[in-house]
């Protein structure tokens, strides 16, 4: 006999309320395995693919890409049993069609238990009452209601996620535009949407244009709404102290020429912000404050041996800071290579969202702008951000002599509930002497 399951959207991170769906890797009708991935969704910290904890036969999607979803919605139904008997087809009244046949038992409870790795709640999910394609076409008594279907036709259109965001903004129907596995590509929704005649904007779109005002309206959902929420937060509840050091750092750009030819560094892309990671780091061992957090409730400050260092990254989804764990343990090398690969990952919005928590310190890179400083917003749960402007040739003194150098501004935002103005000080200026002479990490 056929087992219906309800398969409902998981807590994929801890706190996690809702999440977008963004692209669908099944259909009604498709047999999948145990911890098939079935689903792409995006999450306010990044876009995540769901694995099934069950094998069996997909019949329904319930949701369509596009919709946004709380944790615990079912979002499909798949039939554990496909091979199994069928059962007694229902009878239009929703009996069954034997007299003797009971009427359908409630609803049964099953428990789902939590994906590996995502979060820690219990989802309860209602199994739907059976349905079976053999059953008595009934004879039309009223016009039934219209059912939307959950997706066109049975057929999810193929896109990753940047080309999805991009359809939705300019308001293309990915249906339109591609047959069943043709990957659509951002140069066919570009092309579509300059056309002389524009597709139609599905039913879950997420952007409102009016020609008549040349305004774009775009919901604040997703990774935008959770900046929002937390620069917010943190703007109004952390009293901020922003400083600012102007650094001349020409030694460590003439180490950089040097070290780039070093095997140690063979296939590693060395940028100065991987000098400025290694600072924070070792800078926070000798003020430790800039590395802690404020307990609101426990009303504790709790200091970290750890450095969890964020790193904020522009990415097509909008502003994220994954971490670098232990970053406190690398070494330069290490630090670079890590940099890169955290960059890459961002940038595909394949960022995992345990990368995007419990971070303990952050550098923002405005420098990558041409941008020379700014005062960073603190993130929430940390004490202090670093903003590492751009460097630029500037005339500077030395030795009496004015000489053209390469010159930086560094801006330090903190938490001055945690850090007091002297240790705030004492930390920035630690950071930039380890910028302007590297050789002075042998005194830390």
Known sequence: M????????????EGLTEADILNWHVKPGDEVKVNQIVVEIETAKAA???????????TELHVEPGQTVEVGTPILTIDTDP????????????????????????????????????????????????KDAGAPTPQPVAAPEPVAEPVKS???????????????????????????????????????????????????STVSLSDASGE????????????????????????????????????????????????????????????????????AKRTPDVNATWDEAAQEIVYKSYVHL?????????LIVPKIRDAEQLSLPELAKALGELTDTAREGKTPPADMVDGTITITNVGVFGVDTGTPIINPGESAI??????????????GEI????????????????????????????????LADPASAFVF
């Open 386 to 399: 670093l903003a590492f402007g751009a460097i630029r040739d500037t005339p500077w003194v030395v030795d």
């Open 154 to 204: 049975g057929y999810v259109p193929l896109a990753k996620p940047p080309v999805r965001k991009l359809a939705k903004d300019l308001g293309v129907d990915l249906h339109a535009l591609a047959s069943e596995g043709q990957v659509i590509t951002r140069e066919d929704v570009q092309r579509a949407a300059s056309g002389p005649v524009a597709s139609p904007a599905p039913a879950v």
């Open 216 to 283: 774009r309206r775009v919901p604040i959902k997703g990774v935008r709404k959770a900046t929002a929420q937390a620069m917010v937060q943190s703007a109004f509840s952390a009293p901020h102290v922003t400083e600012f050091l102007t650094v001349d750092v020409t030694p460590m750009m003439e180490l950089r020429e040097k070290l780039k030819k070093s095997p140690a560094f063979a296939g590693i892309k060395l940028t100065p912000l991987a000098f400025a990671a290694k600072a924070v780091c070792l800078a």
């Open 83 to 130: 091979g199994g008997a069928p059962a007694e087809a229902p009878s239009p009244n929703g009996v069954a069609a034997s007299a003797a046949a009971p009427a359908p038992a409630a609803p049964v409870e099953e428990e789902m238990k939590p994906l590996v790795g995502y979060g820690s709640k219990t989802v309860t999910a209602k199994r739907r009452a059976r």
């Open 310 to 318: 964020g790193i904020a990254a522009a990415t097509p989804r909008g």
């Open 2 to 13: 056929p087992q219906y399951k309800q398969f409902p959207l998981a807590d994929t991170a």
């Open 48 to 58: 995540v693919e769901l694995p099934i904890p069950w094998a069996g036969v997909i």
């Open 403 to 434: 000489k053209v150098r390469k010159v930086l501004q560094l801006a330090l935002s903190f938490d001055h509930r945690v850090v007091d103005g002297q240790q705030g000080s004492q930390f920035l200026a630690d950071v930039g002497m380890l």
